[in-house]
């Protein structure tokens, strides 16, 4: 990828100047914050992102607090006890959101929390500790463990819970393409080949410019 400075002219030239990058830009959470966060924070904020797909986000986000008060808090432990019959009975509160696929993913998610709280002490370890140079292998962790979290929901996940991580939005794959990192049809969908190549230039810019990813 081509040095980091010509990209942050274009972005001062862009914005106006230094504060107003700063402005936009977003700062991720610590190690010890990720680890303050518990474990059905983490459960609800997954299901909020699975919920809002598809969605206008406020709308979903108005309808919040019945959901928390149907899943028990997020509790992983309580949510795995929800058996087939209540959360059919959930299919006809019409304070949620009454998709069965999205319903039945809470609590599949449940019982994925509980096994990497299990291995790791909490699901805030698990993010914690993993290195953020190896974030696309974070993403397919998440694909494989979880429901209804692959493709770019996993990153966004990350991304309203604090840990840092890139996306792969439509601006940053053709900047991607326009530094050389990504060849081919810039539509594409990156393969592993080139996911690795991207996590090679994000971990390099973040390296020369010491800021997240």
Do not use: C
């Not at 040095?3 to 001062?12: D, E, G, V």
């Not at 914005?15 to 966060?37: D, F, K």
């Not at 019982?111 to 140079?133: C, I, K, M, R």
């Not at 969908?189 to 996911?195: C, G, I, T, V």
């Amino acid at each position: 990828m081509s040095p980091f400075a010509p990209i942050r002219a274009r972005a001062l030239a862009r914005t106006g100047g230094e504060a107003a990058i700063e402005a936009v830009l977003v700062a991720p959470s610590t190690a010890a914050e990720l680890r303050a966060r518990s474990d059905d924070r983490y459960l609800s904020q997954m299901s909020l992102h699975i919920f809002r797909a598809g969605l206008r986000h406020e709308m979903v986000d108005q309808r919040w607090p019945a959901f928390e008060e149907a899943f028990v808090g997020f509790d992983p432990r309580r949510v795995v006890r929800l058996d087939d019959e209540a959360l059919e009975r959930l299919m006809s509160d019409a304070r949620l959101i009454r998709h069965w696929g999205k319903i039945k993913s809470v609590r599949a998610n449940a019982a994925a929390v509980l096994e990497v709280a299990q291995a790791h002490g909490s699901f805030g370890n698990y993010l914690a500790g993993w290195p953020d140079t190896a974030t696309v292998e974070l993403w397919a962790d998440l694909a494989r463990r979880f429901s209804q979290m692959g493709g770019q929901s996993g990153p966004y996940f990350l991304r309203m819970v604090g840990k840092d991580t890139f996306l792969l939005t439509a601006n940053v794959l053709q900047g991607l393409h326009a530094a050389g990192v990504l060849s081919g049809p810039p539509s594409a969908k990156p393969n592993r080949k080139a996911l690795a190549a991207i996590q090679s230039a994000f971990n390099a810019g973040a390296e020369e410019t010491r800021r997240p990813l």
